[in-house]
């Protein structure tokens, strides 16, 4: 017997969950790509992508993934031989260093482990000594994926600002865009980079990729055609015609992705214009302290739950990584799964050298279209697991997790009036 029979709960930080209406949206036939009413929808689009990330610059859309985001602002951006500094907290972090590698940038790795954000203070300290301002990009993630790190975007602005230093500051806001507070312009952010398949609650598929004048400046400095020379940008990734193409065909490098293009419609509707970015923002925050507030009870009187990140001002709203006594993350996980219907994240990017995800830890996620009750219930059903299990943990998880989430309602909803009234 099982308990898993009934709808699935996918809990794991992307693709995260996709709402009813999005994928309504996105069921209908092909659509003229010519002219007509696809034009029009898409018109409206580009300002609301500038407004999701807090933004007057530009913006550019990609067919890809995360993976296809680091390339198009990578060729944009840096030439062949040219240095990048790397800020990594975790697997994705040192992912886009790769990926900068791979293309013959010489990256320039500042790691800081995988339990704690970046350190300003290192930060100054390596900036300092690049007096040459060799240095052409500053790269980090807003939140590591895998090890839930937030960082302080706008104090490493206000590190290289300090300094005079003029590298380009690069961000990955894959994971937390449409989860936590990001405002690019604000930030003096010049490259942020985000996919349809985490915060903003679509399949995956889309990329987007927002620029400064700045970095649009430092795309067009070699005056070279594209793809010649120490030129990284080819055709396909130049961000130029995606984000200025008069043509419509242009803004995609070809025929457009219709369906998800309705998807992401719907979407930013209800982003935007029905919650709210800063409720939505909000909404993830009381999220997240919930999910804390269990861990925190289940590891107490001698329970083997830990938070990754020590410091509540450096964890995601978007994803918690967790940890047990392993192998008791693998065991946990596949209960909730199988027995229950509820699938956590692997432990990804935590697992000794030469392994693939590690057995102790794992990550719920709570990133998109998600509320009170499937939080509650993804908790409910990993208390029930460790039970099951036999897993040592404190007592009073989900009532901790009860009364953040009732804290955070505050007295939104007003009381019934007294009987006879």
């Not at 839930?148 to 380009?168: E, I």
């Not at 490098?253 to 509707?269: I, K, S």
Request: charged share 20%.
């Amino acid at each position: 017997m099982s308990l898993a029979h009934g709808r699935p709960y996918l809990a794991i930080p992307g693709p995260s969950v996709v709402p009813d209406r999005v994928l309504t949206a996105m069921h209908r036939a092909s659509a003229n790509i010519y002219e007509g009413e696809l034009h029009e929808m898409v018109a409206g689009i580009w300002p609301d992508l500038k407004r999701l990330a807090c933004t007057d610059q530009h913006v550019a859309l990609y067919i890809g993934n995360g993976h296809a985001g680091w390339e198009a602002a990578n060729a944009n951006t840096l030439r062949r031989g040219e240095r990048a500094l790397v800020l990594t907290t975790g697997h994705f972090g040192q992912g886009w260093a790769a990926s900068m590698q791979g293309l013959g940038i010489d990256v320039q790795v500042l790691d800081f482990g995988r339990h704690a954000p970046v350190d300003l203070a290192r930060l100054e300290d390596t900036l300092r000594a690049d007096r040459a301002h060799a240095i052409r990009a500053v790269a980090l993630t807003q939140v590591d994926t895998a090890t839930s790190a937030r960082n302080d975007v706008a104090g490493v602005r206000k590190v290289l600002d300090a300094l005079g230093h003029p590298a380009l500051l690069m961000v990955d806001c894959i994971a937390s865009l449409g989860c936590d507070a990001f405002r690019m312009d604000d930030w003096g952010v010049d490259v942020t980079i985000a996919a349809s398949q985490k915060g903003l609650m679509m399949p995956p598929g889309l990329v987007f990729v927002w620029f400064s004048e700045r970095a649009r400046q430092a795309r067009r400095r070699t005056g070279q055609p594209a793809g010649r020379g120490d030129d990284l940008v080819t055709p396909w990734w130049d961000w130029e015609p995606r984000a200025f193409g008069e043509a419509f065909w242009q803004r995609f490098c070809g025929t457009a992705p219709t369906q998800a293009l309705h998807g992401l419609r719907e979407a930013l509707d209800m982003i935007l214009h029905e919650e709210g970015l800063e409720a939505v923002w909000a909404r993830h925050a009381v999220l997240a302290r919930a999910v804390w507030a269990a861990a925190d009870a289940w590891g107490a009187d001698g329970g083997a739950m830990r938070l990754n990140m020590a410091d509540p001002g450096a964890r995601a709203h978007a994803v918690t990584a967790l940890r047990l006594d392993s192998p008791d993350g693998t065991r946990l996980r596949r209960w909730c799964e199988d027995q229950a219907g509820v699938t956590l994240g692997i432990g990804l990017g935590m697992a000794e050298p030469g392994e693939y995800a590690s057995d102790a830890w794992f990550r719920l996620a709570h990133m998109g279209h998600v509320n009170a009750h499937m939080v509650l219930g993804s908790l409910g059903v990993m208390q029930a697991g460790m039970a099951a299990l036999g897993i040592a943990h404190g007592a009073g998880g989900v009532d901790a997790a009860a009364r953040v989430m009732a804290e955070g309602a505050g007295a939104s909803v007003l009381p019934l009036a007294a009987a006879g009234e």
